[in-house]
DNA sequence: CATGAATGAGCTTTCATTCAT
DNA sequence: CATGAATGAAAGCTCATTCAT
């Protein structure tokens, strides 16, 4: 005899946001409309506002997902031994597993940032977290000698990770592009960029 | 009973593209209107369409200036001696030059690019002369025995362009970022990754 | 196996419409919504139609409801042994306790009836027995030498009601205005035009 | 070759507006839509938007003209010697001519401003002027002896306004009332208010 | 009795584009 | 060349009401 059913609520919130991802690969943030979402989510145009506050209210939960699944991805690295190498690892992972679909909402999220405000804190504030993961690791490394310890952990991390998510765009401005090769260089970027020195090349 | 000046033409529409980059700067492709660049303009809504068909065509143009620009600046590169301290100067002017004006254009053109193939093909068109000319400039620099000859000069000209204009994205998700620190790290990985093994670090 | 026990469900129309009196004050009888009033009521959305047919029956019951008010007060007056000193004390009363709420919604009463048939007719009933009410009590005025005998008692009647209850709107149009001087001045109004000639004024 | 016409343009939001009123007569400042006032002022749904920045413009500029209007009227009564019968002149003509339209809009006008804060504004601005007319116009009445003296000038004027612009409600909530009888009462109420004690009755 | 999910028409407003002048 | 009036589709969102549970 329960009142509410939270679960269906949160179930069906769900839904609405896998909908409205597939509409925004489509047409971007703006291109999708409110009524294109509750066309593919299939419910009526107004229900969408039972379960999110607007469509930037949409946007918003869709980038925070977003941010917090690449946190989570990241967070089991952190288990590793090898440090480098499992971050090189995570770049063909990263790349195969979201396919066009993340590379193109990841790009979404950071031009609705460049004038949203809202949207530029929510992703401001995950990348912070993921820039803190992300250079405790490396400090980690350092610490083994698998990182070279002149780099500034906090700054290094910054970079990497913007080099990371952004060969997302490789695909989009060079489409015909080998992905294998490219991939390849990217990860010979990142170890030259990491390893210390006096090592020698993978 | 003058005839259509060509001139007066092609400056007016000059004009017309500057109005229109403000704009776009501030809302975004989508969100800045024909209205909105009619008025900063100082032309009429109608006028706009004796000098472009649509607005997707003003959007195309920008795109195809912006990239064209770029391009200029490459071909200066080619003259300096040292190809890849050329290369980081140009880290480092590019950075200061547009601000951010152009990253979060940049951004535009990719988003809009992911789904609207007029605009991906200029975007892809362009962005293989840039890499043609990286490319050949790392030729260069091989033969001069300052860029890692094991490394493939297309592949490694699409990844570092892709790396030197994905930078602007930092100052979106980091803007408390130090910037001298942050061009400085970028540098380090570009060097890094083109240096020859051998040679010492700067 | 209970019945419906019919004071509990009249006692819940109760609430309901007080708190549906709350929301028109705050936003008229357009402005406010069903949503708004359930939630005032504490409510669930679709329970509200258990109690009232739809919201245009919960703005007739309160238009009911606040014209029967106001002809109790009057009822009351009748027991008084001076006419006119009871109606100027009335004045006094009407405008202290029901506030800004009773006038803005006897505005939003007349605004509706002026385009709605079914308020109108409401409107028109209440308003016939309270001017009945208003006349009879003139009628034993003027028989106690307290009323002006040449005044038609339902004319009056109708004018009078019409003054004291449109009193509301003053504080909507001048709410700088004093309100203990004008209140005075109102009193003397309905005095001068009551109060037989030979009489001295108060 | 006139490039504007400012003329056309006053015309054609001139022509919208009494769409709009005639609108408003109909359904209310809230119950007639933006869709209903196009079509009644035969332009598209748009293209309102090139004449009025919002609904609530429309209903600001109706509300201002409104006001404008009566204030017109009670200039021109200034200039009439016996103030007390101008005044109740007055009263007969603004019943006949305006018909019910008026009545009805001020009623509009009072709700909406009892809510409204930038509605609320206009109405009390233009209450304040119509009032300072009225009461330059009464002690003009109690310098030639027309005028009971003992009356506050100001407050007389904002409460014989009030009974005035209110009188319109009558015929809403007595729409039987025989309008002479009652536009006669309505006048000898104003008449004992304000002729000084002395003066025998018309 | 009571819930809240669901509907769908309708709201105000925006906008790219066309066209008579 | 240039204007701005005009269009009409579509946007995001609200809301009275219904209904399965």
């Known amino acids: 005899m329960r009142k509410v059913d939270p679960e269906r609520h949160d ?3 769900r839904q609405i946001l896998q909908a409205a991802e597939r509409c925004f690969v ?8 409110t009524s294109d979402i509750c066309a593919e989510a299939g ?9 999110f506050e607007s469509k930037e209210a949409i946007i918003a939960a869709m980038t925070e997902i977003g941010l917090q699944k690449a946190a989570a991805r990241f967070d089991g690295l952190m288990q590793k031994p090898d440090v480098v190498a499992a971050l090189l690892a995570e770049i063909d992972s990263l790349r195969l597993k979201q396919g066009m679909a993340g590379s193109m909402l990841h790009l979404e999220v950071l031009a609705e940032a460049s004038r949203n405000p809202a949207i530029a804190k929510i992703l401001q504030h995950r990348s912070r977290r993921l820039q803190q993961l992300l250079a405790s690791f490396l400090r980690k490394g350092q ?3 698998q990182v070279d310890p002149g780099l500034e952990p906090d700054a290094a991390a910054a970079i990497v990770l913007n080099v990371v998510l952004g060969a997302g765009s490789l695909r989009v401005s060079n489409p015909h592009l080998d992905g294998a090769s490219s991939r390849a260089m990217l990860k010979l970027l990142i170890s030259r960029f990491l390893t210390p020195l006096g090592m020698a090349e993978t």
């Open 11 to 13: 179930e069906k919130r």
């Open 26 to 33: 489509r047409g971007g943030f703006r291109g999708a409309s």
């Open 43 to 51: 419910i009526s145009p107004g229900h969408l506002y039972h379960y």
């Open 143 to 145: 610490e083994l000698g």
